[in-house]
């Protein structure tokens, strides 16, 4: 088998190897350095970008604020204005209105039937007193108030529930009177929405 | 010796220690800061955008709003006439008197009370008063419903809290039932200030807006005159109610404070 003789001398091989070695490193320092330097380029003009846009907001704000504070009187104004209309909203969303409702009843009232009186309360119910000439007549009028289609019926679904309470014979005049608690709903009776 | 073999080395590796100096510094310096600093300056960059945005809108509302100030100005004028800003209680007894007057009812009492303060919930740390006014009327049906209307309509608010009605004890009304009706109308002092970042939210060209606009012009306006106004006395709160509730009749003497009270 034949050898192979290694003739180079030994300060050859350390020369060579420590040339290599300033080669790579040289190379590999410079990789980095390149590499690291579009990083820092990169950060740079991305920072330099974002101040830019900043100090360009800032002069907007500064110049938006300054031609705000030239319109205070229109602008005090329109903020009266838009709270007044704000609570009115809120009042006409919320406020019945009575006269439709009232109407409504008194069609619903047959001839047979005579309201002696009646109540309004806030949680939405009318107490009535009255007298009919029998109790098919109360019944009927029942009937009516709760009718979903009244003949003349306007507002339809007004009278939700009916509940008659009493109903007392008068031997006198042979009439019935009659108390009943009736529910009403109280979104019909709101006209002005929002 | 040893120096020189330092120095050669220096020398002979001077290219990567000085790019590596630099790629050190350029960390040190330059990236590590720069990756806390970006986000910052990107969350700003998006607040001062934004604010910039909202405050750029504010100004194009304003001058669309300068644009229509006469609108502005009469809307005001309007809904200051609707929601006014003070009591004004002999205006409000007066416009209920001619509002009855003119649906064709008979006053037999009226007296007034100071009602409580609501929150208002569309607005913040804003609040409405209220004057309450007791009414007792001797009225047909029709004429009932027609005052109610009339009230409805009628351009300073006025609300029905509840009502009743009873047949009418009085010696010339047959036919006539006895109503008894607790009204409210309410007030609103309203002070705005100009606050410069804070958007406006109102856009007198909306359609919503003018629509309600125009539902507050065909109002009937009641605009009685100091020689208009009528009397009424002032009750208590609880009086006002049991009148409302019929729990017991309101007495025409029983007010407080009041001036004396003058039936239509």
Do not use: C, H, W
């Not at chain 1, 990083?39 to 101040?51: D, E, H, K, P, Q």
């Not at chain 1, 406020?95 to 619903?108: A, G, K, P």
């Not at chain 1, 806030?122 to 098919?136: C, F, H, R």
């Not at chain 2, 005159?225 to 009750?235: K, P, Q, R």
């Amino acid at each position: 088998m034949p050898q192979s003789i290694d003739l180079i001398p030994q300060q050859d091989t350390e020369i060579v190897r420590q040339s290599k070695l300033i080669r790579t490193s040289t190379v590999l320092t410079i990789f980095f350095l390149v590499v690291t330097s579009v990083v820092a380029g990169y950060y740079f003009v991305r920072i330099a970008t974002l101040r830019s846009s900043v100090n360009s907001n800032n002069r907007r704000i500064s110049e938006a604020r300054s031609r705000i504070e030239s319109l205070s009187a229109i602008e005090i104004e329109a903020r009266n204005l838009d709270a007044r209309v704000r609570v009115l909203r809120e009042i006409y969303s919320s406020r019945n209105e009575y006269s439709v409702m009232l109407d409504e009843f008194l069609r619903r009232v047959p001839e047979s039937v005579e309201v002696s009186s009646l109540n309004v309360s806030v949680n939405n119910t009318l107490s009535i007193d009255g007298t009919a000439t029998d109790y098919l007549a109360i019944s009927s009028f029942v009937n009516s108030l709760l009718e979903e289609k009244f003949e003349e019926d306007n507002v339809n679904g007004i009278f939700t529930e009916a509940v008659l309470n009493s109903v007392t014979l008068n031997p006198q005049t042979n009439e019935a009177d009659f108390f009943m608690v009736v529910t009403f709903d109280p979104t019909k009776l709101k006209e002005i929405q929002q | 010796m040893n120096l020189n073999n330092l120095k050669e080395t220096v020398v002979n590796f001077i290219v990567p220690i000085i790019s590596l100096l630099v790629t050190v510094l350029l960390l040190l310096l330059g990236i590590f800061p720069s990756i806390s600093k970006v986000p910052e300056l990107e969350a700003e960059q998006t607040t001062t955008g934004d604010r910039a945005t909202l405050l750029e809108a504010k100004v194009v509302k304003l001058e669309k709003l300068l644009d229509f100030k006469t609108t502005v100005e009469e809307n005001s004028n309007l809904v200051s006439k609707v929601l006014i800003s003070e009591p004004q209680i002999p205006e409000l007894l007066t416009q209920i008197t001619e509002v009855a007057e003119i649906s064709g009812i008979k006053i037999t009492r009226m007296g007034y009370s100071f009602g409580s303060v609501s929150p208002i919930s569309s607005l913040d740390n804003a609040e409405f008063e209220t004057v309450l006014v007791s009414l007792g009327v001797d009225s047909d049906f029709e004429s009932a419903i027609n005052f109610l209307e009339n009230l409805e309509n009628a351009a300073r608010l006025v609300n029905t809290d509840v009502f009743r009605f009873s047949p009418s004890t009085s010696a010339d009304s047959e036919n006539l039932y006895e109503f008894t009706f607790t009204l409210s109308s309410q007030y609103l002092v309203v002070d705005s200030q100009a606050v410069t970042d804070s958007p406006i939210e109102v856009d007198v060209t909306d359609a919503s807006f003018v629509t309600f606009m125009d539902k507050l012009k065909g109002l009937k306006f009641y605009e009685p005159t100091v020689d208009d106004t009528v009397d009424a006395e002032e009750l208590t709160n609880e009086e006002v109610n049991e009148a409302a509730t019929g729990a017991s009749e309101t007495s025409s003497t029983s007010g407080t404070t009041g001036t004396g009270t003058t039936p239509q």
